[in-house]
């Protein structure tokens, strides 16, 4: 018998854990741009230092994709894909690159926490992996979102 959840097995945990999540499973997603990158962000993220993330506004212009809302449900892969946690979005701020606070920067719990290397990372990442052609810019608009950590899977390999 596989130790591993599938992403419909990982959210009928979920409702059985919370009551009221609704029938259909919310978007299986994973952080970072490699399995390497996600497993170490969602570590952090089950260690509870993790509780925001942040996007690049051009990228979901480019792709299409809707921007994050206040209460979206996230299911959150690891570097196998396989469906590790549950995240409530709890706040959406679009920021300047270059205006990014220190307390975002610190809630996303990477290196130090610091602003400085929340920005050097970060301008790094849309340098070398952004989805739209703008890449990176000091003023580009940042999607800023606060997690709450709701369920982590009863069962992982």
Not at 49 to 57: P, R, V
Request: aromatic share 8%; with cysteine.
């Amino acid at each position: 018998m596989s130790t591993t959840l599938t992403v419909d097995e990982f959210w009928r945990e979920c409702r059985a854990a919370i009551q009221g999540l609704p029938e259909a499973a919310p978007d299986a997603w994973a952080f970072g741009a490699t399995p390497g990158h996600a497993d170490g962000l969602l570590d952090l993220v089950l260690a509870g230092t993790k509780t925001a993330t942040a996007s690049s506004l051009w990228d979901y212009e480019h792709t299409g994709d809707p921007l994050p809302e206040v209460g979206w449900l996230n299911i959150i892969l690891d570097g196998r894909g396989v469906p590790r946690a549950l995240l409530e979005t709890t706040a959406i701020d679009l920021i300047p690159f270059d205006e990014v606070p220190e307390s975002h920067a610190f809630a996303e719990g990477e290196g130090d926490r610091s602003l400085s290397h929340w920005r050097t990372v970060h301008e790094r990442y849309w340098r070398e992996r952004s989805e739209s052609p703008k890449g990176f810019a000091p003023h580009m608009l940042v999607v800023c979102e606060q997690l709450r950590l709701l369920h982590i899977g009863a069962r992982s390999a």
